[in-house]
């Protein structure tokens, strides 16, 4: 997290790094997601997880690591409603180099 609010990842705050998705978390984005209980980024990627135990996910989707049963990269976040996830009550999730992994209430 720097000073003014956005948070940047693989040290990207130099000036000739112009990565595809470069700021993960704008002010913007944030005021998108209601009642979070957990925020995670990777390499290229977020993830939140609500307090109703959904999840949503953003940035390069290339590698498939967004969950959404697809490759494209979103630049806001979505939720996840392939692989059964909407059935289970995700309580904790994390976002690695180019995965994603999450947790439900019942393990």
């Known amino acids: ?3 003014n609010g956005s948070t940047y990842v693989a040290g990207q705050l130099r000036k000739q790094d112009k990565p595809l998705f470069s700021k993960l978390l704008t002010q913007s984005i944030l005021k998108t997601l209601k009642k979070v ?57 994390e976002c690695g180099g180019y995965h994603t992994g999450v947790i439900s209430e019942d393990g």
Do not use: N
């Open 37 to 93: 209980s957990w925020i995670s980024c990777g390499f290229e990627h977020c993830l939140a997880v609500t307090m109703s135990g959904s999840v949503v996910t953003w940035g390069y989707g290339a590698s498939g690591a967004l969950g959404h049963g697809d490759y494209v990269s979103y630049t806001q976040p979505k939720l996840i409603t392939s692989g059964g996830l909407q059935s289970k009550r995700i309580i904790y999730g």
């Open 1 to 3: 997290m720097v000073f």
